[in-house]
Nanobody
């Protein structure tokens, strides 16, 4: 399974970005797809996940600003609004299968300038 992220970049504070992640390969029984992020000097943390039934889960601090969605196939999106410099991080796509397997993308850098 390969996960390829896109949509990262440089944005000013208050701006928006939309990340995309497409999964390819032999994908059996996806449980969840989602996003995690890792800021410089910090541990990787949950941003949001979405299940096959489209129920979603967010980090409490990001509710209301970030929205996760997915299409019918194997693409997940993350709409990020009202970005602040604290959102600067590498954003990683994640896929968990029903059989306990987990996959990660290589990450896409989001930089928010003051």
């Amino acid at each position: 399974v390969q996960l390829v992220e896109s949509g990262g970049g440089l944005v000013q504070a208050g701006g928006s970005l939309r990340l995309s992640c497409s999964a390819s390969g032999t994908i059996n029984s996806i449980n969840t797809m989602g996003w995690y992020r890792q800021a410089p000097g910090k541990q990787r943390e949950l941003v949001a996940t979405i299940a096959s039934n489209r129920s979603s889960n967010y980090a409490d601090s990001l509710k209301g600003r970030f929205t996760i969605s997915r299409d019918r196939w194997h693409t997940v999106y993350l709409q990020m609004n009202s970005l602040s410099p604290e959102d600067t991080a590498v954003y990683y796509c994640n896929l968990k299968s029903r059989y306990g397997m987990e996959f990660w993308g290589k990450g896409t850098l989001v930089t928010v300038s003051p």
